[in-house]
């Protein structure tokens, strides 16, 4: 099970994928998670009121701030990348269902920014962390052991 986790292709193309979401991510939670560059902090965000009418709400909202913040670091290492991607997509989904989809598509009350990062996690669940990735270098490795 864990192979096929970490298992990637050695291409180029994941990198900037990761880099992208990784660090939007890593900001994002951040600002929900340690209340830095202008963020509520966590308390405060997960006394918020949950999209979808989720209960008990400081759950769900607690359990979106940490998988923004912490699927963010695992896809910018490239380690677990399909799990640190997978934490992104249910966030991304509850977001475009939930908050944004009455704005329409374009932006600025729209969900195409939300729609882009989800199917930039979509694609890095498919092909995991690619070139300088964590995964990459577990996966070579665990290769050698055999």
Sequence with gaps: MFQQ??????????LPLRLALGLIFIGNGSQKVFGVWGGKGLNE?????????LRPAWLWMGAAAF?????GVLVLLGFLTRLGALMI???MLVAIIGVLWG?????PKGFEY???LLCIALALVIAGGGRLSVDEKLMRSRGRRR
């Design 5 to 14: 986790i970490i298992a990637t292709a050695p291409t180029w193309i994941n």
């Design 45 to 53: 965000f997960m006394a918020g009121a949950p999209p979808l009418g």
């Design 67 to 71: 998988s923004e913040f912490i699927g």
């Design 89 to 91: 997509v249910p966030v």
């Design 103 to 107: 704005g329409g598509f374009f932006l």
């Design 114 to 116: 939300a729609f882009a």
